[in-house]
């Protein structure tokens, strides 16, 4: 059975370690070397009202356990903020 991104966008994240809603879907990150999904973006935690949201959660593809129906399980040890870096390929 195949998924979109469009229908990941869609589910909630869930941390199975200690059962946090992660959100949503925000991003993909994909290896078009070598054509496939490398991992998934998620909204980076809260840091107060005035001082905004991390950049972003990056989930490796490999600690995703489970997409289910309207949720996606994860296996996250810790919750670190993370900027992507643009890996480039060689063409």
Sequence with gaps: MGCCINDLR???VVNIN???KLGCVTD???????GRL???M???ESKGFIFGRCEEIRIPWDRIVRIGNDTILVDLKTRVCEQRSPEKCNM
Excluded: Q
């Design 10 to 12: 869609d589910k909630d």
């Design 18 to 20: 200690d059962g946090r």
């Design 28 to 34: 993909v990150d994909i290896d078009v070397c070598n």
């Design 38 to 40: 490398v991992a998934i």
């Design 42 to 44: 998620v909204p980076g």
